[in-house]
């Protein structure tokens, strides 16, 4: 039974250049969430999304980043024009419901250069 | 929002050491996680333990929710379980709080 993946584990982008990160949740699971940890920090909740619905992307900032999660396929967290300070690891956690237990992917370290 | 606060920041163990690390959350939640974040940077879930006690090998939770705290045990420390633990409540909405977490070196 594999467990919540991500690709692509390590990317680096130069300013500017856009950042497609992707998630396939665990099987079974329709609800997926993105959290992002800055060097150092702690992990910030980001979006919370349904198969083709977002629920809360109350953690997001309201450029450049945009998240989707399609009837068919993983998870998309997208951001444009990256800028040095989205270096982060980007974890995908999922659940198979609203509540309980949430599983989180090995994540992706996204490097702007 | 809800805040969450985890003691001690930073733990320096011998091996063989027992440990205890704490969380205490200021409002009333749904779900409480524990999670072992290893020097590779992977989150390991320990425990979903919104309530009550749960055990697995060395580690043990204890989670007493009308009193708004979670404790950690760990028992028998070995050098593997360095890394930074975190806990992670639920209120309402399905997001995870984290705390910034205990930093635990075990030394052989």
């Known amino acids: 039974n594999a467990g919540v993946m991500q690709n692509p584990r390590h990317l680096v982008r130069r300013r500017g250049q856009e950042a497609r990160l992707r998630c396939s949740p665990m099987k079974g699971h329709s609800h997926v969430y993105w959290y992002r940890q800055l060097p150092e920090e702690g992990l910030k909740f980001m979006v919370y999304l349904q198969k083709e619905n977002i629920i809360d992307e109350s953690g997001m900032p309201k450029e450049r980043f945009s998240a989707e999660f399609p009837k068919e396929g993983p998870s998309i967290l997208r951001i444009q024009q990256v800028v040095r300070g989205d270096s982060a690891a980007y974890f995908c956690a999922s659940s198979f419901g609203s509540t309980g237990e949430q599983y989180f992917g090995p994540g992706t370290r996204l490097t702007v250069t | 929002g809800i805040q969450v606060e985890q003691s001690p920041p930073d733990l320096i163990l011998q091996e063989g050491a027992n440990s205890t690390l704490r969380c205490n959350f200021s409002d009333s939640v749904n779900n409480l996680q524990w999670f072992h974040q290893n020097p590779w940077g992977q989150l390991i879930n320990l425990f979903y333990?919104?309530?009550g006690t749960k055990q697995n090998g060395r580690l043990s939770a204890t989670t007493v929710a009308t009193e708004r705290y979670s404790l950690l045990y760990i028992s028998s420390s070995q050098t593997t379980d360095s890394g930074v633990y975190f806990c992670a409540v639920e209120t309402s909405g399905s997001r995870l709080t984290f705390g910034e977490g205990t930093q635990l070196t075990v030394n052989p």
């Open positions: 333990i919104p309530s």
